[in-house]
């Protein structure tokens, strides 16, 4: 993965990233996730960005350099990762909401749960995180010269498989159709309509 195919739109991209790797060391183990299901956010043009609004000490990373994670914690509860994207200046990223995990599932089981089945181990961005070891920790994290956290290419992905949808869970520009995912694949989550959400303008 280089900084060119990430400078582009989070809509550019977000299909692009799917069967791309991201890869997590802690002192427990490495887990490698590959990604089966995005959602792009456009930053100030985009109602359901955290940037809508412009730039805050809490969404900085959002503005680039593009090929950092943003971490945000959802409802105080799970944490959520992201690959930022675009120009350096302007917001733009790109929600990681499933994966599959390719290397480290005894680890990835131990953090969620002993009786969680292999699809659902990565299924839903809180758990994507958690199944990674991903942490507020990470916020900042160089995808592609650090160490920590790294994203990867893998194994190329059909056109024929992506599927393009609505946003999941969100109450703003919730029928923008900028949810990416696999075709079939049993990691992809749920389409969730959230109760708040009003039909919007948009793409």
């Keep these: ?32 996730l590959a990604i089966t ?6 930053g100030t043009a985009d109602p359901a960005s955290h940037a809508y609004r412009g730039r805050t000490p809490r969404n900085a990373i959002m503005f680039g ?12 509860l799970h944490w959520c990762a992201n690959v930022v994207t675009g120009t350096d200046g302007i917001a733009s990223a790109v929600l990681i909401r499933a ?34 070891g991903i942490t507020g920790e990470h916020n900042g994290a160089d995808l592609l010269r ?3 956290v790294t994203l990867s290419e893998g194994e190329p992905v059909p056109t024929a498989l992506v599927r393009v949808g609505p946003r999941v869970g969100v109450s703003k520009a919730h029928d923008w159709q900028h949810r990416f995912f696999l075709a079939g694949d049993p990691t992809v989550s749920a389409y969730r309509l959230s109760p708040r959400a009003k039909p919007s303008a948009g793409t």
Excluded: D, W
């Excluded at 990430?6 to 069967?19: F, H, N, T």
């Excluded at 002192?27 to 490698?32: D, N």
């Excluded at 299901?37 to 456009?42: I, K, L």
């Excluded at 181990?121 to 990674?132: E, I, K, M, S, W």
């Design 1 to 32: 993965m280089n900084a060119g195919v990430l400078s582009r739109s989070a809509e550019e991209v977000a299909p692009e990233l799917l069967g791309s790797v991201l890869t997590c060391k802690t002192s427990e183990g490495t887990v490698s």
């Design 37 to 42: 299901e995005t959602e792009a956010y456009s």
């Design 65 to 76: 350099p593009a090929g950092h994670l943003y971490v945000y914690r959802s409802h105080g």
């Design 99 to 132: 994966g599959r995990v390719i290397e480290g599932e005894e680890l990835a089981r131990a953090r969620r749960g002993e009786k969680v089945e292999s699809p659902r181990l990565a299924r839903g961005p809180g758990n994507f995180c958690q199944a990674l």
């Design 146 to 148: 650090g160490t920590s």
